[in-house]
């Protein structure tokens, strides 16, 4: 049984740092790309950041490219996500995925990815 569990959110102040975890169990070995969504109250399920099996490549949502940095353990079987500079607009409930069919090109889009987590709320003050 593959689960996804995400940890690290909390509440936090404008300009604080906040740091994800996504611990994987049940997948055979870590060639699959791995991504983070976040979904806020009234809005649809956004793409964050994702990561491609070895970590060399990652690709970012606009809105958080230069605050936000994706990478991942592969010992471990977890992803993280730096959030650095955090605004109130960040503020979300944030999901971890896998997308088993893509291993060396992350995709941004939710349809992709095939396991979730529960998600982990992250809240920010202004």
């Known amino acids: 049984q593959v689960q996804l569990v995400e940890s690290g959110g909390g509440l936090v102040q404008a300009g604080d740092s906040l740091r994800l975890s996504c611990a994987a169990s049940?997948?055979?070995?870590?060639?699959?790309?791995m991504g983070w969504f976040r979904q806020a109250p009234g809005n649809e399920r956004e793409f964050v950041a994702a990561?491609?099996?070895?970590?060399?490549?990652?690709v970012y949502a606009d809105s958080v490219k230069g605050r936000f940095a994706i990478s991942r353990d592969n010992a471990k079987n977890t992803v993280y996500l730096q959030m650095n500079s955090l605004k109130p607009e960040d503020t979300a409930v944030y999901y971890c995925a896998t997308d088993l069919s893509a291993a060396w090109v992350p995709s941004r889009s939710h349809s992709q990815y095939d396991y979730w987590g529960q998600g982990t709320q992250v809240t920010v003050s202004s």
């Open positions: 049940g997948l055979t070995g870590s060639t699959y790309a």
């Open positions: 990561i491609n099996w070895r970590g060399i490549t990652t």
